[in-house]
């Protein structure tokens, strides 16, 4: 069982910079591969990035590669989302999900656990 804690959302500027982090609780946290997701309004859940659980492996969805940068720190049970060059499209809540597998995957189906997310809003 993994209970996950997603923080640092906020309100910024197009252009500017923020770092999501996402707590999680249970001594097997490296056992698990990691995702963030985003949802905005309307919208279907997108894939973001996700991280082996040795983090020596990541994968970015299309719309953020070059900009966002996904990591972990195993030692402290949590994950990272750096997120530079933001856009008003980046708009959305920002989801992490923790996935009980080696490889890394996109499909959110294949995520065991989800936290409840952090609101990230981008103005224009």
């Known amino acids: 069982q993994v209970q996950l804690v997603e923080s640092g959302g906020g309100l910024v500027q197009a252009g500017g910079s923020l770092r999501l982090s996402c707590a999680a609780s249970g001594r097997t946290f490296s056992s698990y591969a990691l995702g963030w997701f985003r949802q905005a309004p309307g919208k279907e859940r997108e894939f973001v990035a996700a991280i082996s659980r040795s983090g020596d492996g990541t994968y970015y969805g299309d719309s953020v590669k070059g900009r966002f940068t996904i990591s972990r720190d195993n030692t402290k049970n949590t994950l990272y989302l750096q997120m530079h060059s933001l856009k008003p499209e980046d708009t959305a809540l920002y989801y992490c999900?923790?996935?009980?597998?080696?490889?890394?995957?996109?499909?959110?189906?294949?995520?065991?656990?989800w936290g409840s997310g952090t609101q990230v809003t981008v103005s224009s």
């Open positions: 999900a923790a996935a009980a597998r080696y490889s890394l995957t996109a499909n959110p189906a294949e995520y065991n656990y």
